[in-house]
């Protein structure tokens, strides 16, 4: 089975300090993803990359930036994080087209203090 | 942009069937997908429809009409398992860019 692994289960950071959310996957996916989850709004999409050092913005990427110098790792950076940024994010990757599926991590749970 | 409309919150019967209703606007729909996600845990893929028509597996079923802009996820033989939350999402746009709903948590009671 294929696993996506995020670096860290809970994570609270200080108000403007600088946050890296890691994720790897395992199976040698193109796609990979990073969404927040909030209730009552779902999830919405961060940034997402279809290939190593591409990426394109989602629905949300104001505060946000991504890094993928390797195929398997996704890496999710909030440049100056903000109360407003405290949220489960939720790392995804697939193989090919959207009719494979998704797969997550577990998620991050971020609180900003 | 893509906008998509489910019921927040449903409760249905051990051993009943229950159907979650799901209806979209989209511009250069693919398709619609629908995960589940129990308390706690990933969101993990039950299905996907390109086409209208009725998929099955197992006790789950999804149903699409492009037409209508509208599916559903008919759930049979509810157990107690099912209960978690429910995603619709649609894929559009030149990278199949999925957008997902806000969720609709079922409660299966005894």
């Known amino acids: 089975d294929v696993k996506v692994t995020q670096s860290s289960r809970y994570l609270v950071k200080r108000t403007g300090e600088k946050v890296f959310l890691e994720c790897v996957q395992d199976m040698d996916h193109e796609n990979m993803f990073w969404y927040r989850q909030d209730p009552g709004l779902g999830l919405r999409l961060i940034y997402f990359s279809y290939d190593v050092k591409m990426k394109e913005k989602g629905d949300i990427p104001e505060g946000y930036s991504v890094s993928r110098e390797k195929k398997e790792r996704f890496s999710l950076i909030l440049e100056s994080a903000s109360t407003n940024q405290t949220s489960m994010y939720l790392c995804?990757?697939?193989?090919?087209?959207?009719?494979?599926?998704?797969?997550f991590g577990s998620g991050t749970r971020l609180t900003v203090v | 942009g893509q906008s998509l409309e489910q019921p927040s919150e449903v409760t249905a019967v051990e051993g009943a069937i229950v159907q979650i209703n799901c209806t979209y606007q989209t511009s250069g729909f693919y398709g619609l997908s629908w995960y589940q996600q129990h308390d706690g845990g990933a969101p993990t893929f039950l299905s996907y429809n390109a086409l209208d028509g009725l998929e099955e597996t197992g006790r789950f079923s999804s149903f699409l009409s492009r037409s209508d802009s509208y599916g559903y996820l008919l759930l049979q033989e509810l157990q107690m398992k099912d209960s978690a939350s429910y995603f619709c999402a649609v894929s559009a746009g030149g990278y199949q860019k999925v957008t997902f709903g806000i969720g609709t948590k079922l409660q299966v009671i005894p």
């Open positions: 995804a990757s697939s193989l090919g087209r959207v009719e494979n599926g998704y797969t």
